[in-house]
C-alpha cells in the first residue's frame, strides 16, 4: 500500500527555519511528482511547492507567498522529499501535507505534519 | 492565479442526491479534482480529471464538466459523507476552492 509519512514539525519562533520530511513507500517514488500542501488551522487548502522527476531536471515550483523563502528536494535513493522552511512567518502556521501524484492530481496524501510560527 | 468558487455549505439527508459546484475564473479544461476532507484526517482524492473515479471510490460519486464550470455529485448521500468538499485545478498552476461543507439537515 502507498504510505507518505511526514515528520518534523514544531513551534518555532518567526525568521527562524526548519526542516521537514516525508518518508514515501508502495509506489516508485523516482517516477512520481512530489508536493506539498498546507492548511492552516480553520482554513483550506494551499499549495506549496512541487518538484518533478529526474527526467525533467528535479525541476521546481513554488507559490508565491513561500517563493524565496522555502525549498524543496528530494532523495530518490532514499524514497525522501524535504521542505526547508526559512525566515518562517506566522502566517505559515499549519498542517503540511506531503502529497503524491501517482496516477493523476494529488492522488496519495500523508497524514499531515504541525507546523506552529509564534514568539 | 486561478480562482475556484465553490458554495460555503450544503444541508443534506441521507438517502439524498446532493450536488456541489464548482466554478473557475478561467477555463481549466478538465483538469479539475475532487477531495474529501473528514474533520482530523487528511484530504482523500474522489475525482481526477472531472469525471474519473480512482480505483476504490465508491460509484455513489460522479463527477462533471470543463472549461469553467463543474459538478460533482453524490448519490445517493450516505451519514460516512458527511465532510468538506474541496475542489482543485492542476491547469495553471494549482488552486482549490474554498471547500463545501455538508452538513446534516
Known amino acids: 500500500a502507498v504510505q507518505l509519512v511526514e515528520s518534523g514539525g514544531g513551534l518555532v519562533q518567526p525568521k527562524e527555519s526548519l526542516k521537514i520530511s516525508c ?45 524565496g523563502r522555502f525549498t524543496i528536494s528530494r532523495d530518490d535513493s532514499k524514497s525522501m522529499v524535504y521542505l526547508q522552511m526559512d525566515n518562517l512567518k506566522t502566517e505559515d502556521t499549519a498542517m503540511y501535507y506531503c502529497t503524491a501524484a501517482v496516477i493523476a492530481a494529488f492522488d496519495y496524501w500523508g497524514q499531515g505534519v504541525m507546523v506552529t510560527v509564534s514568539s | 492565479d486561478t480562482v475556484l468558487t465553490q458554495s460555503p455549505a450544503l444541508p443534506v439527508s441521507p438517502g439524498e442526491r446532493v450536488t456541489i459546484s464548482c466554478r473557475a475564473s478561467e477555463s481549466v479544461s478538465t483538469l479539475m479534482h475532487w477531495y474529501q476532507q473528514k474533520p482530523g484526517q487528511q484530504p482523500k482524492l474522489l475525482i481526477c480529471e472531472a469525471s474519473n473515479l480512482p480505483s476504490g471510490v465508491p460509484a455513489r460519486f460522479s463527477g462533471s464538466g470543463s472549461g469553467t464550470d463543474f459538478t460533482f455529485t453524490i ?31
Open chain 1, 23 to 67: 518518508a514515501a513507500s508502495g509506489f516508485t517514488f523516482s517516477n512520481a511528482a512530489m508536493y506539498w500542501v498546507r492548511q492552516a488551522p480553520g482554513k483550506g487548502l494551499e499549495w506549496v511547492a512541487r518538484i518533478r522527476t529526474k527526467p525533467n531536471n528535479y525541476a521546481t515550483y513554488y507559490a508565491d507567498s513561500v517563493k
Open chain 2, 75 to 105: 448519490d445517493p448521500v450516505e451519514a460516512d459523507d458527511i465532510a468538506t468538499y474541496y475542489c482543485h485545478q492542476s491547469w495553471n498552476s494549482y488552486t482549490f476552492g474554498a471547500g463545501t461543507k455538508l452538513e446534516l439537515k
